[in-house]
Each structure stands twice: as structure tokens, then as C-alpha cells.
């Protein structure tokens, strides 16, 4: 069974920054994209970033210049450096892996909210 666990979600002001994690824990082996979405009230969960098991990342264009993925693969973590955030970033940020085995996985999400 593999899980995701993120951290590091919290309040900023506008044009700040923050860091999330997410830990992935159980079959690491049969992961191979690993991603970052985001939902905001009433909207739909969309894509943030991608980012492959060899290093290949993609963006919304929204965040594009801003944000950072990353991936530790000795230590099963995924990264999204966030800066020059905006209030239209505030959402509940949810970690995503793509299994071989079992296919989509979800965190629980951690919330972001960025506030004057």
C-alpha cells in the first residue's frame, strides 16, 4: 500500500513564500509521475506541477515562474517551492502519484492561504 503525507501549508501575505512536502511511504518502487493540484472553493482540483521520475516537469501557466517542483528520490518526497505567491493561490494543495499497480494516489491535502 503506498501513502502520501504533506506538510507545510499555512498563511502568507501576498508575495511570499512556502515550501510543501510529500512524503511517500509503502511500494515507492512502482511510482513514477509524482504532481501537485490544487482546489480552491467552488472550483474544480487542477493541475499545479509534474514532475517525472527522471526529472521532467511541467506547469499551469498560472504558476509558471513562480513555482518549483522537485523530487528527492532516495528520500520518496516530492517538493513545491512556491514563491511570489498571490491570493488566487489559496486552495487546498493535494499531492498526486501515479502508480503502476493501483494507478491515481492522493494526499489529504494541506491548505494554502494567502491574505493581506
Known amino acids: 500500500q503506498v501513502q502520501l503525507v504533506e506538510s507545510g501549508g499555512g498563511l502568507v501575505q501576498p508575495g511570499g513564500s512556502l515550501r510543501l512536502s510529500c512524503v511517500v511511504s509503502g511500494n515507492t518502487l512502482s511510482i513514477s509521475r509524482m504532481g501537485w493540484y490544487r482546489q480552491a472553493p467552488g472550483k474544480q482540483r487542477e493541475l499545479v506541477a509534474v514532475?517525472?521520475?527522471?526529472?521532467?516537469?511541467n506547469y499551469a501557466d498560472s504558476v509558471k515562474g513562480r513555482f518549483t517542483i522537485s523530487r528527492d528520490n532516495a528520500k520518496n518526497t516530492v517538493y513545491l517551492q512556491m514563491s511570489t505567491l498571490k491570493p488566487e493561490d489559496t486552495a487546498v494543495y493535494y499531492c498526486?502519484?501515479?502508480?503502476?499497480?493501483?494507478?491515481?494516489?492522493w494526499g489529504q491535502g494541506t491548505q494554502v492561504t494567502i491574505f493581506s
Open positions: 498526486n502519484a501515479w502508480s503502476s499497480i493501483v494507478g491515481d494516489l
Open positions: 514532475i517525472t521520475h527522471v526529472g521532467s516537469t
